[in-house]
T-cell receptor, first 110, second 115 residues
């Protein structure tokens, strides 16, 4: 079983839609969580950290469910520019190693 | 520059040849990762270096792949006897542990084509 699992998609949504991605992780010792974004033919970049209480950054909301070992990313009012691959990342603080999921592809259409 | 630097940016090699890919991480970053990404696919973990600890080599696909990190800084990924299935973008990332604020910074990658 992979340590971080994501639905690869693609998720095809129209502009203005709300879309949510989930990610599950298998290592209960994971303590830090993140979402990264990767544009086509570009390197991944940090989108946002995920805090235990949940956090919001503009149209993006991230949540963590430790009991069920999953994190989520909600994008409201989707823009064409949101089209990208979204990577779920977890870190076991003891090993200080970031583990990347393979990503969920989002396509926002006019 | 202050970012992660990878070289070469593109490499075309003949099947059976050896190649070396280089990564210069951000100064002071103790963690360094190598990934590869085939066209349209997700990141595939290869190897992880953390300070002076033994590297996590669990992602290396075969014994043709090896990596070194000298002096805790520059890293070289070596692929021996390249095969066509080795064609991919090889990404390097570095980070400095900051708990919830840990961030990995990626280089722009080396696009390897084996012909």
């Amino acid at each position: 079983r992979k340590e971080v699992e994501q639905d690869p998609g693609p998720f095809n949504v129209p502009e203005g839609a709300t879309v949510a991605f989930n990610c599950t992780y298998s290592n209960s010792a994971s303590q830090s969580f993140f979402w990264y974004r990767q544009d086509c033919r570009k390197e991944p970049k940090l989108l946002m950290s995920v805090y235990s209480s949940g956090n919001e950054d503009g149209r993006f909301t991230a949540q963590l469910n430790r009991a069920s070992q999953y994190i989520s990313l909600l994008i409201r009012d989707s823009k064409l520019s949101d089209s990208a691959t979204y990577l779920c990342v977890v870190m076991n603080t003891g090993f200080q190693k970031l583990v990347f999921g393979t990503g969920t592809r989002l396509l926002v259409s006019p | 520059g202050a970012g992660v630097s990878q070289s070469p940016s593109n490499k075309v090699t003949e099947k059976g040849k050896d190649v070396e890919l280089r990564c210069d991480p951000i100064s002071g970053h103790t963690a360094l990762y190598w990934y590869r990404q085939s066209l349209g696919q997700g990141l595939e973990f290869l190897i992880y270096f953390q300070g002076n600890s033994a590297p996590d080599k669990s992602g290396l696909p075969s014994d043709r792949f090896s990596a070194e990190r000298t002096g805790g800084s520059v890293s070289t990924l070596t692929i021996q006897r390249t095969q066509q299935e080795d064609s991919a973008v090889y990404l390097c990332a570095s980070s400095s542990f900051r708990g919830h604020d840990t961030e990995a910074f990626f280089g722009q990658g080396t696009r390897l084509t084996v012909v």
